[in-house]
């Protein structure tokens, strides 16, 4: 638990599964990309995920698996920092691929390129529900399993346990009202940080500053995640007759300090251990 807190099921408002702008294939790419950009810097400013490294590398040394398919990666998601993490607190080294429906190729290249080469991007769009079979590795979604109504986020649950890949779901935000009122300072926030936000562009000043349109969507937008995220009971339930004993499941919560929210987190993979890389 975050902080101490006691997460009980009534705290929570009710699942809404609402559009977010970002998901829209009209939104123009500027704009998309914008808003990725700017989820990107601010969850690896905070490193909200640290934590969360111990159950990866975890399932990793269970798995003997060095290879990491990153899901939804947006604008390049928390991986630049977490590489760093998992090497020098867990002794491991990881390959890492990251991978969108939308690829925004620049961020994707520049944290290619911040990481030393440590990290590639698949340049073509990937469906999460339906993971090219090249793609082969301990499979990670972070903060973007909430954009997908339950069908589909038990799809790609699914997917991993038919092709018998690892899985991680996390999610740095919870359905509660203090959530909501936090998401409210998202504006304040994405015009003190844009100018700090790589690589660099000019659409990205413009629709912060010109034309406010960032600003506003990002508070729409984390308003809308917030009452779209997955409850541990919830994600229980999306688990449910995916896979026989074959398969671990592992939910709950862990710290993302100095954050006041814990991450909310779900785990998968094949329950036997590897006899080989």
């Given at each position: 638990?975050?902080?101490?807190?006691?997460?009980?099921?009534?705290?929570?408002?009710?699942?809404?599964?609402?559009?977010?702008?970002e998901?829209?294939?009209?939104?123009?790419?500027?704009?998309?990309?914008?808003?990725?950009?700017?989820?990107?810097?601010?969850v690896?400013?905070?490193?909200?995920?640290?934590?969360?490294?111990?159950?990866?590398?975890?399932?990793l040394?269970f798995?003997?698996?060095?290879?990491?398919?990153?899901?939804g990666?947006?604008?390049?998601?928390?991986?630049i920092?977490?590489?760093?993490?998992?090497?020098?607190?867990?002794?491991?080294?990881?390959?890492?691929?990251?991978?969108?429906?939308?690829?925004?190729?620049?961020?994707l290249?520049?944290?290619?390129?911040?990481?030393?080469n440590?990290?590639?991007?698949h340049?073509?769009?990937?469906?999460?529900?339906q993971?090219?079979?090249e793609?082969?590795?301990?499979?990670?979604?972070?903060?973007?399993?909430?954009?997908?109504?339950?069908?589909?986020?038990?799809?790609?649950?699914?997917?991993?346990?038919?092709?018998?890949?690892?899985?991680?779901?996390?999610?740095?935000?919870?359905?509660?009202?203090?959530?909501?009122?936090?998401?409210?300072?998202?504006?304040i926030?994405?015009?003190?940080?844009?100018?700090?936000?790589?690589?660099?562009?000019?659409?990205?000043l413009?629709?912060?500053?010109?034309?406010?349109?960032?600003?506003f969507?990002?508070?729409?937008?984390?308003?809308i995640?917030?009452?779209?995220?997955?409850?541990?009971?919830?994600?229980?339930?999306?688990?449910?007759?995916?896979?026989?004993?074959?398969?671990?499941?592992?939910?709950g919560?862990?710290?993302?300090?100095?954050?006041?929210?814990?991450v909310?987190?779900l785990?998968?993979?094949?329950?036997?251990?590897?006899?080989?890389?």
């Amino acid at each position: 638990m975050c902080w101490g807190v006691n997460l009980s099921r009534d705290l929570f408002l009710p699942h809404i599964h609402l559009f977010e702008f970002e998901d829209q294939s009209w939104c123009p790419e500027s704009i998309r990309d914008g808003l990725t950009d700017s989820m990107q810097f601010f969850v690896n400013f905070g490193g909200h995920y640290r934590h969360i490294i111990k159950h990866i590398a975890r399932v990793l040394r269970f798995s003997k698996t060095r290879q990491i398919i990153d899901l939804g990666s947006g604008g390049g998601g928390p991986w630049i920092k977490l590489n760093r993490f998992i090497e020098e607190e867990e002794n491991i080294s990881v390959e890492i691929c990251l991978t969108d429906k939308y690829p925004n190729i620049d961020a994707l290249s520049w944290a290619q390129k911040a990481s030393n080469n440590k990290i590639c991007y698949h340049p073509k769009p990937v469906d999460s529900m339906q993971v090219p079979v090249e793609l082969k590795g301990f499979r990670t979604l972070f903060s973007s399993f909430h954009h997908f109504p339950p069908n589909q986020a038990r799809a790609i649950l699914a997917d991993a346990v038919k092709k018998g890949q690892g899985i991680g779901v996390f999610e740095f935000l919870i359905r509660t009202p203090f959530a909501l009122l936090f998401m409210c300072f998202a504006p304040i926030a994405i015009l003190i940080m844009t100018p700090f936000i790589r690589p660099f562009k000019w659409s990205r000043l413009i629709w912060t500053y010109l034309i406010p349109i960032l600003p506003f969507l990002a508070c729409f937008d984390g308003i809308i995640s917030c009452l779209r995220i997955y409850s541990p009971l919830e994600l229980k339930e999306l688990t449910k007759g995916l896979s026989d004993f074959e398969y671990k499941w592992e939910i709950g919560y862990e710290s993302a300090f100095p954050s006041p929210f814990p991450v909310t987190y779900l785990i998968g993979y094949p329950a036997r251990e590897k006899n080989s890389e």
